[in-house]
């Protein structure tokens, strides 16, 4: 209903606002300034505050650079405040902060617009995964229907959301929930990225769809003389020792985003790409194709070099087998993954499942507590949380002040303040958006956290800065750890 509502020309800015999105991206405001500038004036009686208006000052706002910056952004803030309702100033300082909380964020908002378009919602999210944004989307689909949204296809040079995988304990449950015959991988531990061909420019992207192609000119290189003139590969680049084994994930990271003296630090940790799906070849888009056919196309066209290794199996034993070579070749542990899959793309899967080593989950950073003794004046104990089922909210897992080093307490503690949105005599409480993969032993019931379960043993392994929270693991995928480990319902 409010969809249908919206004047079309800001369609697109009213999905954007509704699912708790800037256009704009982060504007560089803090909760703290934010606060002043509403305190500084009057609010306005009666609504006359348009979305345009709306982003129109949020640009302005965005566009402020130089000396005296953070004081014309107040007055500019201050002017926009002024001419919001009491509740609109409210609405606006949750959405700048990034603590809307609507409850109609992306998986919500996916729904409405093919309630107000009249579509089935598979329509609309198919559309999803190759659109630069939900705003594109809610246009398309009120305006030209499923016509329309046809149009949103994956095109090479254009990023999109990769595919994610979901979780499971060992390899005969991955087996079995594959239906008996699977695809087993290696699961290595680099950075995700895809590769865009299209005759001879070559684009290269994070999963977060950031452009790191002058990072890693051996990538480029190595994708530039691949006899094919079109092309779009998901895969990994990962920094290995002499020996073929790999480095850890910080070292590897340590390449991207670097654009100057790129030779010299190549030089010193050069990156191998390992593929593992093809999207594109040439003019066919295959991200709908089984997986079987996507191999078959990556294997004509990337030499065996830079595929990752890969076998078939039905047989657990064989499963074993490869499970164990992966890791005495030093990687994390093994992908399963369904034959006759499409490649869902922006989705936590169920035909792509992860078996690692240790146990480890992707939770989200809810709240800091202050540290004692030796860690004074650092926030220490985290609070972990996956996503709910309801979009944009979070179950609480539990604590942990374990795997920190000074450096990541020093990291850590800034980054938290600096998305700090109250505070107790007990700790800190921050927007939902730093993403740190936690090892844990196991999953126990619980009746301390709402979610009635809780990880033993829970430790830091690394934050993850190449993941949003819209990419952590959710409560069903820990529920369904959960009731593996223990055959529990």
């Known amino acids: 209903a409010c969809l249908h509502s919206v004047e079309r020309a800001e369609i697109e800015l009213a999905v954007h606002y509704l699912a708790g999105e800037l256009p704009q991206g ?29 982003d129109q000052r949020l640009t302005e706002v965005q566009a402020i650079r130089g000396a005296g910056s953070a004081q014309r952004r107040a ?116 950075a995700r990225i895809q590769l865009h061909k299209r005759a001879d420019e070559v684009r290269i992207f994070t999963r977060n769809r950031n452009d790191v192609t002058d990072s890693l000119p051996e990538v480029v290189e190595l994708a530039a003389a691949l006899p094919v003139r ?144 030796r860690r004074s004046g650092w926030l220490s104990n985290l609070h972990l949380g996956a996503r709910a089922d309801d979009e944009g909210a979070f179950v609480m897992l539990g604590k942990t002040f374990k795997g920190l080093t000074d450096a990541i307490l020093t990291w850590q503690t800034r980054e938290l303040l600096a998305r700090e949105v109250r505070r107790d005599a007990m700790a800190v409480y921050v927007r939902p958006e730093l993403v740190v993969e936690i090892a844990f032993n196991d999953i126990q019931a619980s009746v301390q956290y709402p979610g009635g379960l809780a990880l033993r043993f829970a430790r830091v392994k690394r934050y993850r800065d190449d993941k949003a929270a819209a990419q952590a693991d959710t409560i069903a995928t820990v529920r369904a750890l959960y009731q593996a480990q223990t055959g529990a319902v």
Not at 27 to 46: H, I, K, M, R
Not at 292 to 307: D, G, Q, T
């Open 230 to 373: 079109e092309l779009v590969l998901d895969g990994e680049a990962i920094a290995l020792e002499g020996c073929g084994r790999p480095r850890p994930f910080q070292v590897t990271m340590r390449r991207f985003g670097r654009r100057l003296d790129v030779d010299t630090l190549r030089r010193q940790l050069p990156l191998h790409g390992y593929f593992f799906d093809c999207l594109r070849l040439e003019a066919h888009s295959l991200a709908e194709q089984p997986m079987r056919r996507r191999w078959e196309a990556l294997a004509s066209a990337v030499p065996a070099a830079h595929r990752i290794p890969r076998i078939i199996v039905k047989e657990a034993v064989a499963a074993r087998r490869f499970y164990a070579a992966a890791l005495a070749a030093g990687h994390e542990g093994v992908m399963a993954k369904a034959l006759d899959a499409p490649y869902e793309a922006g989705n936590r899967g169920v035909s792509w499942l992860k078996i690692k080593r240790a146990h480890t989950l992707d939770l989200v950073v809810l709240a800091a507590e202050w540290g004692h003794g």
């Open 26 to 54: 982060k504007l560089g405001v803090g909760y703290g300034s934010l606060q002043e500038a509403v305190a500084s004036v009057a609010s306005a009686p009666t609504a006359t505050l348009t979305l345009s208006d709306v």
């Open 75 to 190: 007055q500019t803030l201050a002017e926009l405040f002024a001419a919001a309702t009491a509740l609109e100033q409210e609405f606006l300082v949750r959405l700048i902060v990034g603590e809307l909380r609507a409850g109609a964020l992306a998986g919500v908002m996916l729904e409405a617009i093919a309630a107000a378009a009249q579509l089935e919602p598979a329509v609309v999210r198919r559309a999803a995964m190759y659109a630069r944004g939900l705003g594109d989307v809610a246009r398309a689909a009120l305006s030209g229907g499923e016509d329309a949204l046809a149009a949103f296809q994956l095109e090479t040079l254009e990023p999109f959301e990769p595919m994610l995988a979901q979780t499971a304990l060992d390899v005969e449950s991955a087996l079995e929930r594959l239906g008996g015959e699977a695809a087993l991988e290696w699961k290595v531990d680099g």
